[in-house]
């Protein structure tokens, strides 16, 4: 198992900048994918961006370019950097980790608001 708590949130102007942090647990070698998720209102969540075990990243179309995943080994801390932020970014941003075993096993945090909003 592995409890995950997001920090970093916030209300921030169009074109600025926030980093979220993600502390987990237990050491992050032995977790396969960390990941952000995001989910605003009245809409399903959906990927950000992931980081696996093995330095591999993805990011949703709508934030490259912008935003960065990045951990910290020796903090078991992954972060979300976040650049040029648009209001189409707010939303309640969610760290995951996917732990695998015979099976694998999904563990979220309890999210953070990031509102976007002159």
């Known amino acids: 198992q592995v409890q995950l708590v997001e920090s970093g949130g916030g209300l921030v102007q169009p074109g600025g900048s926030l980093r979220l942090s993600c502390a987990a647990s237990?050491?992050?070698?032995?977790?396969?994918?960390m990941a952000w998720y995001r989910q605003a209102p009245g809409k399903q969540r959906e990927l950000v961006a992931s980081l696996s075990s093995g330095d591999t990243t993805n990011y949703g179309d709508y934030v490259k370019g912008r935003f960065t995943i990045s951990r910290d080994n020796a903090k078991n801390t992954v972060y979300l950097q976040m650049n040029s932020l648009k209001p189409e970014d707010t939303a309640v941003y969610y760290c995951?980790?996917?732990?695998?075993?015979?099976?694998?096993?999904?563990?979220w945090g309890q999210g953070t608001q990031v509102t976007v909003s002159s």
């Open positions: 995951k980790a996917v732990i695998f075993g015979i099976t694998s096993f999904d563990y």
């Open positions: 237990r050491s992050i070698f032995t977790i396969g994918i």
